[in-house]
């Protein structure tokens, strides 16, 4: 039998269709899912639909892959009728799967929540602007699962959750949230990388470095960018500059800090052509590998979840919220060049 699906995200519905089944118990663990080929003629959709679902569902733990036999359904989906832990993110489905922080950061929550008998059900948000209510995401299985209940807990991570709070308040859940911008943290249940650190290891390691002239690339929020100035102002022949473009740092600054692993890979030939890279360093929160080691900080995807997971027990066990957020420090406490 063909499943008819509306022409709008039909690999959304796919994977809604899918997270139902292994929710419901209609794939036990240690059961093969379908062929890919074969859920596709169930569902009316071509191949690279499915595999999208399917790699999703794979990154956040509910599947895994056994070469050359086909995709199993994991330990963590044995029990059915577990109480859910909903998240609700705003992460694009495709570096779900392929960028190495959200993949780790998705495949450690679901893991935790599972560990703890619980079940794990993403949420992509995808509203049709940052201040548009929850309910009006175009995505199906969020605005159901938000009319009929069905959810314990949420974990939120979102840009900037201060937009959304009126609303997460009345849904009278248990949540967190992990604020994409630390700027946005302003919320007791809210964690957040440690901006202020990275920003004051930054600066440390470039002064002890022998940097006098520090520049920053594109601006830094404005935590990263407390760091930088807190560590700068005890230093007196130290002078910290913030730059419009790279050419203009690398002409005038004698170490940079780099707030975009991705900005550093892609001009990585023109940094290395103006400075040594020990007087580079990368804010990363990937494992990405350049062509040869730069002195970074990193931030650890699976540490992320492990707070995320811990603060959203206490709210579970109804605990007093913390009276400031939550700051996750980065990792290494020294930056360390890393092959």
């Given amino acids: 039998m063909t499943i008819a699906l509306s022409n ?8 809604d269709r899918l997270r139902g089944r292994l929710r419901q118990g209609e794939f036990a663990a240690g059961d093969q899912l379908p062929s890919q080929r074969a859920l596709a003629r169930e569902y009316g959709v071509n191949l690279s639909t499915v595999n999208k679902a399917v790699s999703i569902l794979a990154s956040e733990g509910r599947l895994e892959q056994v070469h050359g036999r086909g995709m199993f359904v994991t330990q963590g989906q044995r029990e059915t009728g577990l109480q859910a832990i909903g998240m ?13 922080y959200y993949t780790r950061l998705f495949a450690t929550l679901n893991h935790l929540v599972n560990q703890d008998h ?38 939120v991570f979102v840009d900037n959750p201060l937009l959304l709070h009126d609303e997460l308040e009345s849904l ?24 202020i650190e990275v920003g004051r290891q930054a600066a440390r390691y470039l002064i002890g470095t022998g940097c006098r002239r520090l520049g920053v690339v594109q601006r830094p929020n404005s935590m990263l960018m407390k760091g930088l100035s807190e560590v ?23 170490g940079i800090f780099l707030k975009d692993d991705y900005f550093a890979l892609r001009h990585f030939d023109q940094l290395l052509a103006a400075l040594p ?59 360390q060049s890393r092959e």
């Avoid at 130290?238 to 690398?250: D, K, N, S």
């Fill in 118 to 155: 619980h079940s794990f059900q993403p949420f992509l948000r995808d509203t049709p602007t940052d201040y548009a209510p929850l309910r009006q995401s175009r995505n199906p299985a969020l605005r159901r699962v938000l009319d009929e209940g069905g959810l314990s807990g949420l974990i």
């Fill in 8 to 15: 709008a995200g039909k690999y959304e519905q796919v994977l």
């Fill in 172 to 195: 009278g859940l248990p949540y967190v949230c992990l604020a994409g911008n630390a700027a946005h943290s302003h919320m007791p249940n809210c964690l957040t990388i440690d901006a």
């Fill in 232 to 254: 700068c102002k005890h230093e007196p022949k130290v002078v910290l500059q913030i730059f419009a473009t790279l050419e203009e740092a690398l002409a005038e600054a004698d």
């Fill in 277 to 335: 890279p020990e007087r580079l360093i990368v804010f990363a929160n990937t494992d990405m590998a350049f062509p040869q080691p730069l002195p970074r900080i990193d931030i650890d995807p699976r540490r992320v979840a492990r707070c995320v997971w811990k603060s959203l027990q206490a709210r579970l066990r109804q605990e007093p919220l913390p009276t400031t957020p939550v700051l996750i420090p980065p990792v290494p406490s020294t930056p």
């Fill in 88 to 100: 609700i993110h705003e992460i694009h489905p495709d570096l779900v799967v392929d960028h190495v």
